[in-house]
Nanobody, 125 residues
Framework: QVQLVESGGGSVQAGGSLRLSCVAS????????MGWFRQAPGKGREFLGA????????YYADSVKGRFTISRDNAKNTLYLQMASLKPEDTAVYHC??????????????????WGQGTQVTVSA
């Protein structure tokens, strides 16, 4: 079972940037695709995007495409989410998750994913 710890959240004004990190342990991080999700108050969990085990391919949801970038450093067991041009509607708790797949970036790979505590991102207008 993998353990995940997210960090890097905070408060920022609209148009600003943040970089989130997710450190994984307890499982071979470099063997699996990883993804980012978020959950805003009163809303369901939203799948933001994912990256293959090697980092060679990524997928992004339309809501963040062109503004967010997912990357990973397998040597550091760390996943990143670089967020730019932030909007108030990006306010949420952000979570990372480990897929059951290596190269498949579909949502179903995260069905049985373990979740960390998340990190809060608040964007003010």
């Amino acid at each position: 079972q993998v353990q995940l710890v997210e960090s890097g959240g905070g408060s920022v004004q609209a148009g600003g940037s943040l970089r989130l990190s997710c450190v994984a342990s307890g499982r071979t991080f470099s063997s699996y695709a990883m993804g980012w999700f978020r959950q805003a108050p009163g809303k369901g969990r939203e799948f933001l995007g994912a990256i293959t085990w090697s980092g060679g391919r990524t997928y992004y949801a339309d809501s963040v495409k062109g503004r967010f970038t997912i990357s990973r450093d397998n040597a550091k067991n760390t996943l990143y989410l670089q967020m730019a041009s932030l909007k108030p509607e990006d306010t949420a708790v952000y979570h990372c998750a480990c897929s059951e797949y290596r190269n498949n970036l579909s949502l179903d790979g995260f069905t049985r994913a373990a979740w960390g505590q998340g990190t809060q991102v608040t964007v003010s207008a």
